[in-house]
């Protein structure tokens, strides 16, 4: 039991170190920056969840019972965000589909503790974001093209931007999750999600992870929410803490590894930052300074 809450506190502090990681200077900044950039915006009309999985030549392969399991988990965690939405009065449609062909370029690094060890560093952070592109760049050969693809089509596949941005034409969707998913090797397991804080390339996530709250969790990061799990600014961590525990506590940005995601929600703060609400209570405000990142 201790062992596997260690590995938590770790899961979740490499999450925010990495999400963090996504330019080149120190600087501290709102959580508003995040809200409504890049390929994933705001949380609402339809939305694309598209699934690749990445298996490593000779270890760890997909079968297909398990990526049929896996994206049983995709969709439960999508329906609970559906379900969400539409408790807030908030129009989404979620789709989700997965590539026809399992990629055989592994992690980042060859195994997936040494792809956490690579996000520690700018280097490292760029041969990730390269590896993920190369594997775009192969997965257009078995796309199955759209009856009502809009014109003019992606003909040319140079990385996940223009992958994802086939993938928004071809299923006329506003946004477009990317989804990576591995499987736990001897290294444990891997978790990210990634430019997230930048404009220069697109947010996609990567994980080993199969709960359905991990996956929300993880899909709602690109859409701008925050950990409310790890505060930002150690002078402020007691307090933030305290505020999280006090309004929060079940809020899914609490709560990553929740065992049931009926048992958690979406809370105001989250709302805001996803594009579900124009404001939020000026009470949270402690809960959106303090965060420094890299950045352009």
Not at 112 to 130: C, D, H, I, P
Not at 230 to 256: C, G, L
């Amino acid at each position: 039991m201790i062992a596997t809450n260690n590995l938590k506190k770790l899961l979740y502090s490499l999450i925010v170190i990495i999400t963090a990681l996504a330019c080149s200077s120190i600087k501290e900044i709102d959580n508003d920056w995040a809200r409504d950039r890049n390929i994933c915006k705001k949380l609402t009309g339809d939305v694309l969840v598209y699934t690749i999985f990445v298996s490593n030549k000779k270890l760890y392969p997909w079968d297909e019972n398990e990526m049929k399991i896996y994206l049983d988990s995709v969709k439960t965690a999508c329906n609970w965000i559906e379900s969400e939405a539409k408790k807030n009065g908030i129009s989404l449609n979620i789709k989700t589909i997965k590539h026809n062909k399992a990629s055989l370029k592994g992690a980042p690094g060859k195994s997936n503790e040494s792809a956490m060890k690579m996000l520690q560093s700018m280097q490292g952070l760029t041969k990730v974001n390269k590896h993920y592109d190369g594997i775009s760049k192969k997965m257009k050969t078995s796309v199955v093209k759209q009856k009502t693809a809009l014109k003019p089509y992606v003909k040319k596949i140079k990385g996940k931007q223009s992958f994802a941005a086939m993938l928004r034409n071809q299923h006329q969707c506003e946004s477009v999750v990317l989804l990576f998913a591995h499987k736990r090797d001897k290294g444990g397991h891997i978790a990210f999600s990634l430019n997230t804080l930048n404009n220069s390339d697109i947010e996609y996530l990567v994980t080993s992870f199969d709960n359905p709250s991990m996956i929300s969790y993880q899909i709602l990061e690109l859409f701008g929410a925050a950990s409310l799990r790890h505060p930002n600014n150690p002078r402020k961590q007691s307090a933030i803490a305290e505020h999280v525990k006090k309004h929060f506590k079940d809020d899914i940005m609490a709560n990553p590894m929740v065992s049931r995601i009926e048992e958690a929600n979406i809370g105001d703060f989250t709302q805001y930052l996803i594009g579900w609400k124009n404001e939020y209570d000026p009470i949270h405000k402690i809960l959106m300074k303090g965060k420094r990142v890299r950045v352009k």
